[in-house]
């Protein structure tokens, strides 16, 4: 596999991982307090080659995915699970505990960030769907998140992220059937 854009990640040891998984250049914003100069540098790379927003699944890592995709518009988004991020017992959550299995099939499904997006799903259907206003919504979200692959969202974020992405009511339609599916099986 051959990635002709940057990946934005944390910190060395992700780039490692990274490494581990293919050959691609990386950009590392050392921690969620993204400099100005880290932020030029991601800009400019933006601009030659495109930028893929490859963070942890955790609160830092959107909080960085949040600041480069403000400042930085037109950028790729890729995503891992909490279980894919898991490291051991006394360890963090992180791109750096991803199999190179699982780093080239999220690099594979990447999602770019529309700029001004038009709603495709309304907060009706979430609801509709049993994705917000229930007790089993954060299950379902859950599963959801991971069939689309667009990582961990509540409800607000959910939403946002749906528009953002322009994933259509079509294509969730299909994930929330891939999921009763799975749950039918087992």
Do not use: W
């Not at 940057?6 to 969620?32: C, F, K, P, Y």
């Not at 949040?66 to 890729?78: D, E, F, L, T, Y």
């Not at 992220?161 to 599916?181: C, N, V, W």
Request: with cysteine; charged share 30%.
């Amino acid at each position: 596999m051959i990635v002709k854009e940057i990946i934005v990640v944390e910190g060395q040891s992700d780039t490692e991982a990274i490494r581990r998984a293919l050959d691609a250049d990386t950009i590392e914003t050392n921690g969620s307090r993204v400099s100005r100069r880290t932020i030029r540098a991601i800009q400019n790379a933006q601009k030659r080659r495109g930028v893929i927003v490859f963070t942890d699944p955790d609160y830092p890592g959107e909080r960085i995915r949040k600041i480069v995709s403000q400042a930085v518009p037109g950028c790729k988004h890729a995503f891992i699970t909490r279980a894919e991020g898991q490291g051991g017992s006394n360890e963090s959550l992180g791109i750096e505990h991803a199999t190179p299995r699982t780093i080239l099939r999220s690099l594979a499904k990447v999602y770019t960030q529309f700029e001004e997006p038009e709603e495709q799903i309304s907060m009706q259907t979430l609801r509709s769907l049993g994705l917000l206003g229930s007790k089993a919504s954060r299950r379902i979200r859950e599963q959801l998140c991971d069939q689309l692959n667009i990582g961990y969202a509540n409800g607000k974020q959910l939403y946002k992220r749906l528009r953002m992405f322009q994933i259509s009511e079509r294509d969730l339609k299909q994930a929330m059937d891939a999921i009763g599916a799975k749950e039918q099986s087992s």
